[in-house]
């Protein structure tokens, strides 16, 4: 098992997933689907896609600002807001780390808003793997479960920090 490479979420982005998504949280929500809010850089945006694509796959139904047609074209209070509800409204919040989100003024933001807010078991960070094999993360990062994908089984499972064991994703998905 190794971290997410940037290459394999790049490859996730261009194709159309089998799952259909709801046009909003809550919709899937009323239908019984789990849904994610993605914190991540917009400098990363063809990775989210492709975290997003991923999840569907899965059922999941994953949140992204700047899908959002509501949010305001300049980030203001009323974004952080926004933001905030909607942390808050997803099941889950899945931190995308990467080099760029690593160093955003928002993402960290997120995460500590998100630690505050949420059950601890609700959050995970999503390590990725460049191209170049490089792995960005800070050491707070660390504290939370994170989201692998299994090389051998095409699975993805949630680890506990610091185990090397985890469990599959749906189990996990259940279980929040």
Request: a neutral charge; glycine letters at 4%.
């Amino acid at each position: 098992m190794s971290f997410i490479s940037q290459r394999e979420l790049r490859q996730y982005s261009i194709r159309t997933p089998i799952i259909e998504s709801f046009s909003s949280i809550k919709a899937a929500k009323a239908l019984g689907r789990k849904t994610v809010f993605l914190s991540h850089s917009h400098k990363d945006q063809e990775l989210a896609r492709g975290l997003k694509n991923r999840l569907k796959e899965q059922e999941v139904d994953v949140y992204i600002d700047w899908e959002d047609t509501t949010m305001p074209d300049s980030p203001n209070i009323e974004t952080a807001k926004k933001i905030k509800d909607k942390i808050i409204e997803c099941n889950i919040f899945m931190f995308l780390v990467t080099q760029h989100s690593i160093v955003s003024r928002w993402c960290p933001w997120e995460i500590g808003y998100a630690d505050g807010e949420k059950p601890y078991e609700t959050i995970v960070v999503v390590p990725t793997v460049d191209d170049n094999g490089n792995y960005y993360g800070n050491e707070y990062l660390q504290l939370y479960r994170r989201l692998i994908i299994s090389d051998q089984m095409n699975k993805t499972a949630v680890f506990h920090p610091g185990n090397t064991q985890g469990y599959f994703f749906e189990a996990f998905m259940k279980s929040v």
